[in-house]
């Protein structure tokens, strides 16, 4: 585990603060001691003031200064309209809020439920502005030097007439310990032009070639430009009555044929299409027969929202989202990277499939016809969740018959069900 905070745990961490979770909740969640998410929390907060109030003193509130200036209408300094006048001619004058609230945890106004009206000066936490942070700080941390001039002065005595006489940086530690430094740092000094000495008197350095640092950072990717979790819930709290379908691949043996499922989140219903292998043409193959089979039109209607994991095959949504000509059909969004409960009912929706094909099946020899008969029985299998109704009885209220079709479903009494 490791003991600096991720960016990953710093978005979790935001997150918790902005639903109010406990301090010892936040803590678990991220697996890491209370004190240290507490003291990087206020480390890392950021302070907003908000320009548009014309005082923007933290000490509004209690300030009894009066006649600053001589615009004030009642003589008091907090009802100034005078833009930036605290500021310029008050000696009081403070951007540093002083609230319960940021004095003990959680020492920021997210989840504050009188942040809105608020006019003081304010913290935040957000874990993208903390994460450049606390980057910084780290790379200054390390790349300091711990030492003063008198020091400098003794170690070059020392080291540069050493090492102009060929002796190599490490055999002039071992000799001389009154140094205290570690090579690391030794050759930090020397690289940094702070002894006599170059980079080109050493014996070896010069032959080394300078290594390229690969940035450690997770590319962003077109594909999910205005296509994240957060604006699918966003269109999904703006609008009701959406078809949304959640979209999942389920493996057989590894490199070999495998299951594209598309489940509806209102009905339950789950739709399974045999593909040859979990690649990006053939679950654009499978969505064109879809738009073939069923019409552009039924399709706009019928698949308004499609949700998905950032798996490779899922990567060009635009040959999912658009027809031949190009008009637009449905919306495809992703979950957040490894959130795969964010789709939860799909996953969980496999477990019957798995019951008719263990993991580990090959699905080699199996054919759409195959596929359509575990279709028939899972979505005939009455659920708890929709008062013991199948999917298959709520999807053909819902939905339009041609959805059905795709897996040739129809209607089977529970005695004929098989889950084996």
Not at 167 to 172: A, D, K, Q
């Amino acid at each position: 585990m490791s003991k600096h905070i991720t960016s990953y745990e710093m978005k979790v961490i935001e997150t918790n603060l902005d639903n109010n979770t406990s301090l010892k909740d936040i803590a678990a969640s991220v697996q890491k001691d209370p004190r240290a998410v507490s003291r990087h929390i206020k480390k890392y907060r950021t302070l907003f003031i908000d320009y548009r109030f014309r005082n923007n003193c933290a000490k509004q509130n209690t300030c009894e200064r009066k006649h600053l200036c001589d615009k004030c209408f009642n003589g008091r300094c907090r009802d100034c309209t005078f833009r930036n006048c605290s500021k310029l001619n008050c000696p009081d004058y403070s951007e540093i809020p002083n609230c319960d609230t940021l004095n003990k945890f959680p020492f920021v106004c997210n989840g504050c439920s009188k942040e809105s009206k608020c006019k003081l000066p304010k913290y935040f936490y957000d874990h993208e502005k903390a994460y450049v942070k606390s980057r910084e700080n780290l790379v200054n941390t390390r790349t300091h030097i711990y030492t003063n001039e008198i020091n400098l002065v003794a170690i070059d005595s020392i080291v540069s007439p050493l090492i102009k006489r060929g002796i190599s940086l490490e055999v002039i530690l071992s000799t001389h310990p009154e140094i205290g430094l570690s090579l690391a740092t030794l050759y930090t000094y020397i690289n940094n032009g702070l002894l006599s000495v170059k980079n080109i008197d050493l014996k070896r350095k010069v032959r080394y070639k300078k290594r390229v640092k690969k940035l450690n950072t997770q590319p962003t990717y077109n594909y999910l430009n205005n296509r994240y979790y957060e604006n699918f819930i966003q269109l999904v709290s703006q609008k009701s009555n959406l078809y949304i379908w959640e979209l999942d691949t389920i493996e057989g043996i590894k490199g070999g044929k495998a299951i594209m499922s598309l489940l509806n989140r209102t009905s339950n219903l789950q739709l399974f299409f045999l593909i040859n292998s979990i690649d990006q043409s053939e679950i654009i193959r499978v969505f064109d027969d879809i738009k073939l089979s069923i019409g552009d039109i039924e399709f706009k209607k019928n698949f308004q929202i499609i949700l998905t994991d950032r798996g490779k095959e899922f990567k060009d949504p635009l040959a999912i989202e658009l027809a031949k000509p190009g008009e637009k059909l449905c919306s495809v969004f992703y979950c957040d990277s490894r959130q795969s409960q964010q789709k939860g009912k799909c996953e969980k929706n496999h477990e019957h499939f798995r019951e008719k094909a263990p993991k580990g099946t090959s699905f080699e020899n199996y054919t759409q016809e195959k596929i359509n008969e575990i279709s028939l029985h899972v979505n005939n299998y009455p659920r708890i969740g929709l008062n013991m109704r199948s999917p298959y009885e709520i999807a053909s209220i819902l939905l339009n018959k041609n959805i059905l079709s795709l897996n040739h479903l129809h209607k089977i009494e529970i005695e004929d069900v098989n889950l084996k």
